[in-house]
């Protein structure tokens, strides 16, 4: 079975930076789209919402739930000869 990667204590501070960037961008394109209409308003943001989301998702992915790779050393020996 694989390890796990330990992440680091400045991974865990650029993420959280990501999210607070994320949230405070999503709040102001929000608030921008919606404030002060009265009628019907094309929901634009909810495409970059989704997306950043799901780069947001990713991020936390590659800091706790990274696994070492058993065969790199073999690779890397490999592309040497």
Same mark, same amino acid.
């Given at each position: ?10 991974? =865990? ?5 990501? @999210? %607070? &960037?994320?949230?405070?961008?999503? *709040?102001?394109?929000? $608030? ?15 495409? =970059? ?5 799901? @780069? %947001? &998702?990713?991020?936390?992915?590659? *800091?706790?739930?990274? $696994? ?14």
């Amino acid at each position: 079975m694989p390890k796990r990667i330990k992440h680091t204590g400045k991974q =865990v501070s650029m993420f959280l930076l990501h @999210l %607070v &960037v994320f949230a405070v961008a999503n *709040i102001a394109m929000w $608030y921008i789209t919606y404030a002060g209409k009265t009628e019907w308003v094309y929901p634009w943001p909810a495409w =970059v919402t989704a997306a950043w989301g799901l @780069l %947001v &998702v990713g991020h936390a992915c590659t *800091i706790w739930a990274n $696994y070492e790779d058993r065969g790199m050393d073999t690779f890397k020996k490999q592309l040497q000869n």
